[in-house]
C-alpha cells in the first residue's frame, strides 16, 4: 500500500492521502475523536453547569451498570460462578448510596466536574481498601478501581456525544463499527481514521450508511484539528484539509455529477447476468441495516448473500436479546425486500464487531479475534442465542425464501450440532403448533482456515459455502483486518487465499455444493475477474459495489479469467497479484467498461507501482 503522504499545495490547504474504504465526498467540519484511555479534566466548572454535570452523571452510571450486565453475559457458562461473583461486587460498587451522594456533595459544592469527583472519592475508598489487613478487602481495591475506569469512560462517552456538532466528518486514530453507528446519530457526514482497513467492520457499516469512508491517513491525520473545514473523499482515498473555496467548488461540482450510488449504473432490465462467452454469474447483495432494504428493493439482483445479524438486531438493542418475535417480523421483511432470489441470514457473529480502541470495556477475551466468536460463542449459550435465533429463522421463513449461514465455523462436530439443534427446535415448533418451514438451507462461512483446509468433508453436512476472505485472509497472512500495523498486508488477493478459495470452489464443484464469496474483495473490481477465473460463480457484495461488479462482470470472458487466475496463483506475493490483474484488466477491457467501476469499488493500494 502506498505510504499515507502529505501534500501543501498552497494557502492552508493540505492534502492527506489514504484509502478509500467507502465511496462518496462529504464537506463538512473535522471533529476529532479519542477514544484511547479515559481523561479527565480537573478545572472547575462554572455553577450553571452543576444540573448538566449531575446529570451526566447519573447517566454514565446507568451506562456503566449496561456495560457490566453485558459484559456478564458474555462470559461463558464454564465461568458463570466466578464472574457472577465479580460484577454482583462491582455493580453493588455502583450502585452504593453513600459513594454516589459523597461524589455529588462534590460535583455541588467544590464545582468540581463529575470525572474528577469520581475519581476523588473512589480513589480515596479504594486507598483505604488497599491499605487494610484484611486480602478479601485489598481485593475490593481491584474491584473498585474497575468500576472507577468503567464510570469515567462512560463519563468520556458522554462528553464526546455532548460536543459532536452538526455536519462533522470523524478524524480519529482508529473507529470501530459501533462508533460510526453511534456518531452517525448525530448527522455524521464522513470520517476518516489514521489506521484501519478497507475490510474493517468499520469500513462494512460506512458502506452501509452510505458514509464517505477514508482509512489508513497514517500519522499526518493528526495535525488535523476540531473545527478545520475538511473534505473527505472516500471515493479517491484523500482528505483536503482546510480547501480552498475552488477546491470546494470542484467537489461539489463532481457530487453534483454524480447520482447516488445505487441509482448509478442500475438496470431493471432483467438482463441475466453472464460473462461475454455466456457464462452466468449470480451477484447478490451483502446488508447489515435495515435502511439498506429500500435501497435493495429498488435494484435488480440476486437476493441477499449475507445478512449480518450482529449489525442488524443493533438497531433494536442488545443483538443478543431482541425477542423471537421481533427477529421473525425482521427476517420477514429481509426476505420480502430480497424477493424470490431469496435472503441468506448470518447467525449472530458476535465478539469481535467492537475491537479496537472503542471497544466496550471488559470485553471476555483481549483479543477475541482469535478467540470465542461467532459460532462458538452460539453453541456455548445454546439458549440465550443460538436456538431463539433458530426459531426465528425457522417462523420466518414460510415462504422457503431463506437460507442460514454459520459464522467462524471451525469443524465439522460444530455443524452436526447446529443441524440437531435446528431439528429439535424444528419438532418444538411443530409439537406448539407454531407455522414454520423447516425446509432452511444450511451453510457455512468459509472464514477460518481450517474449514477451507476440511471442505470437502464438510460437502455432506452443508447445502452451501460462502467464502469470508475477509476473516480468512487475517488468519492465513496473520495480517489483521481492522487495524494495527499488519493491516496494510491484509489482501485477499494473496496467492496462499486465492489458493484456499480454489481448493473450497474444487470441493463444491465434486460434490455439487455451491460456492459464494461474500467478503469484500467480490467487491473489488481487481479480484472480480480473478475470483471468476478461480470457478467462483456467485458473488454477494455491499451494496455501493452491486453497479461496478455487475459491470465488470458484462464485460469478462470467462476462459480468458481462468486463464489468469492460473497465472496469479504463481505470484509471489498480493502486489504482484494486482500488478497482474491490473495488467490483464488493462489489455482485456476498454477503458470505457471499467471507468465506472473503477470508481465506485475503489481498492488500488499498488496503484503507483
Ligand atoms: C468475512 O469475514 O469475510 C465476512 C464476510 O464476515 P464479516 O466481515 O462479517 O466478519
Ligand atoms: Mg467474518
Known sequence: ??????????????????????????????????????????????????????????????????????????????????????????????????????????????????????????????????????????TGADDLLEVEQRLLRALRRSTTMAHIGAQSVVVAEDLTATDLLRFRQHDLLGAASAQGGPASHAAIVARALGLPFLVGAGEAL???????????????????????????????????????????????????????????????????????????????????????????????????????????????????????AGATIRLLDLGDKDRGPGRAAGAPENDPVWGWRGLRMLLDRPDELLRPQLRALLRANQEGVLRVLLPMVTDVAEVRRVRQVMDEESDRLTEDGVPHDSNLPLGIMVEVPAAALQAPAFTELVDFFSVGTNDLTQYVLAADRGSGRSTVRHDALHPAVLGLILRVVEAGRMSGCPVEVCGEIAGDVQAVPVLLGLGVDTLSVSLPSLPGVRRIIRSVGYDAAKALARDVLQADDAQAVRRRARAWIDTHLSPAETAGSQDENARDPTASD
Open 1 to 138: 500500500m502506498d505510504e499515507p503522504s502529505t501534500d501543501v499545495p498552497g494557502d492552508d490547504e493540505r492534502i492527506i492521502e489514504g484509502t478509500g474504504a467507502a465511496p462518496g465526498v462529504a464537506v463538512g467540519t473535522a471533529y476529532r475523536h479519542e477514544a484511547s484511555a479515559p481523561r479527565v479534566h480537573h478545572g472547575a466548572i462554572a455553577p450553571d453547569e452543576v444540573d448538566a454535570e449531575l446529570d451526566r452523571l447519573a447517566n454514565a452510571v446507568q451506562r456503566a451498570e449496561q456495560e457490566l450486565e453485558t459484559v456478564r453475559t458474555l462470559a461463558p457458562d464454564a465461568l458463570a460462578a466466578d464472574t457472577d461473583a465479580i460484577f454482583e461486587a462491582q455493580a453493588l460498587m455502583l450502585r452504593d448510596e453513600d459513594v454516589l451522594q459523597a461524589i455529588r456533595q462534590r460535583i455541588r459544592e467544590e464545582k468540581e466536574p463529575a470525572g474528577t469527583a469520581v475519581q476523588e472519592v473512589l480513589g480515596a475508598h479504594r486507598e483505604r481498601l488497599e491499605e487494610s489487613d484484611d486480602a478479601q478487602l485489598r
Open 222 to 340: 493528526q495535525a488535523v484539528a476540531s473545527g478545520e473545514r475538511v473534505i473527505v473523499d472516500g471515493t479517491e482515498g484523500r482528505l483536503v484539509v482546510q480547501p480552498r473555496a475552488a477546491t470546494v467548488e470542484e467537489y461539489r461540482q463532481r457530487s453534483a455529477d454524480t447520482s447516488p450510488p445505487m441509482g448509478r449504473g442500475t438496470e431493471k432490465t432483467g438482463r441475466p447476468l453472464q460473462t461475454t462467452d455466456g457464462h452466468p454469474v449470480t451477484l447478490r447483495a451483502n446488508v447489515g441495516l435495515e435502511a439498506e432494504l429500500d435501497r435493495l428493493r429498488s435494484g435488480p439482483g440476486d437476493g441477499i448473500g449475507l445478512l449480518r445479524t450482529e449489525l442488524f438486531l443493533r438497531a433494536k438493542g442488545d443483538p443478543r436479546a431482541v425477542p423471537e418475535e421481533q427477529q421473525v417480523e425482521l427476517y420477514r421483511t429481509a426476505a420480502e425486500a430480497a424477493g424470490s
